[in-house]
């Protein structure tokens, strides 16, 4: 949902002049109204799967609802069908916060029974249904919802004109309509009836069916047949201006994307909101087609300053690029394979902010990506401590920590690629939208590592385990040494921000240059303990040595120390005297060792073989004639004649 600005933003707005901000925002104002709403609620309940979440499948729901944004209140028809999925289904129930009044309930037959109990509405069926059973309900209810998380459900103004919409991830929406509040059952299908005062319109999820304007109230029909989570059914209510721009899939195929807009914004949002095409044109190329092409992509305006990704119909609170990035991505990764506990709240903001990575990366010339993925990580390494996955559901500050949820968890997918390559992590993550065992329905963190895992056929156990569950980041520092002869010794340590870690075993970048950069060469380092040596081959001597130069890992780099930086010439090695009585000297270039001296005798035979000393060597038994040495060093063999008088 939500995204703060980075402070790269500032260069966006330099993009897109025509911004609905007359300046770039305070990159850390957004975030804290969202933390300062979120401890507000810190003491909610986590959300866990109910236990009769199972008992049905729910099919369908039609909702009448009438809203007037200038009055905090809802009432409501919702019409759900259902199929029974267990023995003697004799209650059906729904999620609906208990200050919500329920007038009436019926069914086929007429009136139900029903009962309430805490946030509990417990419908008593006429008759036990057998599994496979489909039979139907209808709830009549009103009330002035309270309101969790980001504003569940929200009164305000925009110039004055009354707006109202709805924001129920993610525990929020059994606070305004009876619902399943479920991450394992979708509504398969959806329709909207909202009606209102004449001025006003709605936007909501799918396609917009009728607006029929009768005695000053207006009924917007918006049908939706896509399966929809629950916390991403929304309506949004105000003066709406709205236009529409036509995206061509390629085959024939083209597809509205709706804004729905406040009148006084309408220009500039028209011009924001262009590039919109472009982007799910790179995300369809990137992850595969947007999911929900039959019906729409969209934007609402709303009176919050973040955004939220409702399904087809993005609520915005600012139409600026790096918001309508990530709200997109949410399509396919949040929307289409929805998280399926919010422990792994990453599986859906983790990828959303890579996604907008992946937007800068591509779009721009590219110019942007780097300045994005050094913003990120400054933020990322600005605590010592974290991990992204979520161990206290209950406190929403933590869920939607901008910080792990959504930087560290998008630096993840970063480093996933890095230690995959490009093929192999895009087509794991194609793989992954595309699982028809996933697709439309619920995702776990163990499907998205079983789909890498067989991408690259890497075991991805201890990764996890350091980065996913564990804490903190290594501190990385290195020596390096030119050893003459086109050998450069690497020293490569590390030091854990954290202690849940000892070490992270990554492949680490490292690029070292001539003096005066003059030369460059990179290296993948394969870092499996502290203080581990690298042995690499240079055709330059090395002058300057940079730890990660592009933005691969999350790391803090201490020093680098280059010692004994001497040139690494190559020059041939004499053996003198020669002719000699028995012993002969050599000259090799300082950092070279000698290890090993040969002799063989003109057929090719060894005849003696020692450990020189560091400039010379002697085989006083060696009868007079012609002979062959051969001289191993750390890094090369050189092969003479040698003469014994
Ligand atoms: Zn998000």
Request: proline share 5%; with cysteine.
């Amino acid at each position: 949902m939500k995204h703060r600005l980075l402070h790269i933003g500032l260069f966006i707005f330099l993009l897109f002049p025509g911004t609905l901000f007359s300046q770039a925002p305070d990159p850390h104002f957004i975030e804290k109204i969202a933390l300062d709403e979120a401890e507000r609620w810190t003491k909610k309940a986590a959300f866990a799967e109910a236990s009769w979440s199972g008992d049905y499948d729910l099919t369908y729901q039609r909702m009448s609802w009438q809203v007037d944004p200038a009055v905090r209140y809802i009432s409501g028809v919702v019409f759900s069908k259902f199929t029974s999925k267990t023995d003697g289904l004799d209650k059906l129930r729904f999620d609906l916060k208990s200050n919500m009044v329920v007038d009436s309930v019926t069914g086929r037959q007429g009136l139900l029974p029903f009962s309430r109990v805490a946030d509990l509405l417990e419908i008593s069926l006429p008759e036990s249904l057998a599994p496979g059973s489909i039979d139907s309900v209808t709830v009549f209810y009103r009330g002035e919802p309270v309101s969790s998380g980001f504003g569940s459900f929200e009164t305000g103004n925009h110039g004055g004109v009354p707006v109202m919409w709805t924001l129920s991830e993610p525990y929020g929406a059994h606070e305004w309509w009876p619902c399943k509040q479920s991450l394992a059952d979708k509504v398969d299908s959806t329709d909207f009836m909202v009606t209102t005062p004449e001025i006003y319109r709605t936007a909501g999820n799918g396609v917009l069916v009728s607006e029929i304007v009768r005695k000053g109230k207006r009924t917007m029909h918006w049908k939706h047949r896509y399966p929809i989570a629950t916390y991403l059914v929304a309506i949004a209510v105000t003066n709406y201006a709205d236009y529409s721009d036509t995206l061509d899939l390629g085959d024939g195929r083209k597809m509205p994307v709706v804004n729905f807009v406040y009148p006084e914004y309408l220009d500039a949002a028209k011009s924001n909101t262009a590039v919109t095409l472009d982007l799910i044109g790179l995300y369809n190329r990137l992850f595969g087609e947007y999911p929900f092409s039959d019906e729409k992509y969209g934007h609402a305006q709303f009176g919050w300053r973040g955004g939220m990704e409702h399904q087809t119909m993005s609520f915005m609170g600012g139409l600026y690029f790096e918001l309508i990035a990530h709200e997109l991505a949410h399509s396919w990764f949040g929307n289409c394979i929805t998280l399926a506990s919010w422990h792994d709240i990453w599986l859906n903001e983790g990828f959303a902010t890579y996604a907008t990575g992946l937007s800068y990366e591509h779009l721009f010339d590219g110019i942007y990506w780097k300045p994005w993925k050094s913003g990120l990580l400054k933020e990322i390494v600005g605590k010592p401590d974290g991990s992204v996955y979520v161990e206290d559901t209950t406190r929403f500050s933590r869920v939607f920590d901008a910080r792990l949820s959504y930087y560290k968890g998008s630096f993840l997918l970063h480093m996933l690629r890095w230690i995959l390559g490009d093929e192999a992590f895009f087509r794991a993550v194609r793989n992954y939208f595309n699982d028809q065992t996933l697709k439309y329905g619920f995702a776990t963190q163990a499907d998205w590592v079983s789909h890498l895992e067989a991408a690259s056929g890497i075991s991805l156990d201890e990764f996890f385990r350091d980065w996913y569950y564990g804490e903190g980041f290594p501190v990385y520092s290195a020596t390096f040494e030119n050893k003459g002869g086109g050998l450069l010794q690497i020293g490569l340590s590390q030091t854990s921000s954290h202690n849940s870690v000892d070490f992270f075993e990554m492949p680490v970048p490292v690029r070292v240059y001539s003096k005066g950069k003059k030369d460059s060469a990179d290296f993948r380092l394969d870092h499996r303990y502290d203080g581990q040596l690298f042995d690499v081959a240079v055709s330059f001597p090395v002058a300057e040595m940079v730890i990660d130069p592009d933005l691969w890992l999350i790391r803090k780099i201490g020093t680098i120390t280059g010692v004994r930086n001497i040139p690494a010439v190559h020059h041939d090695v004499v053996f003198y005297p020669n002719p000699s009585g028995g012993s002969w000297h050599f000259s090799l270039p300082e950092g070279e060792i000698p290890e090993k001296v040969e002799i063989y005798n003109d057929a090719g035979t060894l005849l003696e073989e020692k450990i020189p000393g560091r400039d010379s060597f002697a085989f006083p038994g060696l009868p007079p004639g012609i002979y062959l040495v051969r001289l191993t060093t750390a890094l090369r063999v050189i092969n003479s004649r040698l003469i014994r008088y």
